[in-house]
């Protein structure tokens, strides 16, 4: 295949993609702290890193990948919304967990090797802490234990800032017990009636970035292939995991690859939980909205370009999904070629993953598909259609179940089919009346058609 090249926010720029171990490729992303819904933002990074885990399954083999996602279970906004509830802490992160599973399974996203808490890694987060002071690169004062910056030669290097930049952009605490002020939180006293955990350094809870060490560690090893996240935890979330294990590891690099995904706004809005600004998943689910059509969206723009989320965003996700499961459904009868993906998608995907223009290439076979005059050809292209949908995520769904077809009989599917095709030849032959007739037949059984360039697509209504 095309050799895989990613853009690395590390050398600021692409790279040809080399795995330590062909057998044994490793990437990890920063997953969402489970305290709401997530919302379309968050999902980003799941969709866009879904499609990396896919190519890479594609050349390397289903079983030599591994992805490590983390959930992040400690956290103040979780201890404020169980709070609230009067319930544990564990009440609201299992309940936000089950709901991200499922959004995640109707965008089509693969389930992960190994999905690692903050709450399971305890004992792992702990001992990471104990050899960082231990080797001298941490220190405990008043409760707290913190992260020596000046220990660390390289510390500002991957996020390329000065440390006034870094002081100024983590808007640190300057706190009596911190030696430098750029030194960061591995280990803190909880607050009054919040969870805490025992440990050698006093009861407390981890701080956000050494949880992220300690999973990569304990699920994926000290060097793995691929890290990823949003645009915004370069800095300080990722400077501070480089920094934590690349000392707690004798300089051996955290991850090889960085990738990171530039972020959605709402109506040109930055979407955040916090912003109250927020679509999540799970209402968009609920409102109809199919999460084939959400992943589709997502993967609309380049993952790196930042995306504005917009009702004619969705709009069109929805009906390019129509016109390319329309072709589906013609060729039903049809058994699709077992064929490779096609060049123009692998070619896209492997330049740093151009899902935009991979997508464009699904309605160059589409419109193949629709011109093919022997069944050979449409084998073809109906077999490159589903392989490409395989690496995207896409056409998991019975064409007729797309289409909301399921209850409605084969005869009865054949007859509307065959109506449709009259009305066009009576429209062709001019014969508008007959071809109003037809319509107003079609609209009394509840059908409702849409014409597009690869034919007319028809539902019935809802
Ligand atoms: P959080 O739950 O905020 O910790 O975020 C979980 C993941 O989603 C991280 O990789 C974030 O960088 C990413 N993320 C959060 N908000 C957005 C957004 N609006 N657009 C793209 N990615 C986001
Ligand atoms: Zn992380």
Redesign the pocket.
Known sequence: MTDLVLYDTAARRKRAFVPIDENRVTMY?????VYAP??V??F??EVVFDVLFRLLRHVYGEDKVLFSRNF?DVDDKINAAAAQEGVGINVITERFTRIYHQDAAALNVLPKTFEPTATGAMADIIAFIERLIADGFAYAAEGHVLFSVAASETYGAFSRRSLDDMLAGARVEVAPYKKDPADFVLWKPSKPGDPAWDSPFGPGRPGWHIECSAMIETSLGETIDIHG?????VFPHHENEIAQSTCAHHGAPLANYWLH?????MEDE????SEGNVVTVHAMLDQGVRGEAIRYGLLSGQYRAPLDWTAALIERAQKSLDRLYGVLRRLKSVDAADVAPPAGVMTALADDLNTPKALAALFEIAGRANKAETVDAQAQAKGELLAAGQLLGLFKSNPDAWFGLDSVSDEECAQIDRLLTERAEARKAKDFARADAIRDELTAKGVQAEDGPEGTTWRMKG
């Not at 996240?229 to 935890?233: E, N």
């Not at 995904?261 to 706004?265: A, D, K, R, W």
């Open positions: 992303v920063c997953g969402p702290t997530a919302h933002g968050n980003r990074p992040t996240g949003g645009i915004d935890l995904n530039g972020f959605l706004s930055k979407m955040s939980k």
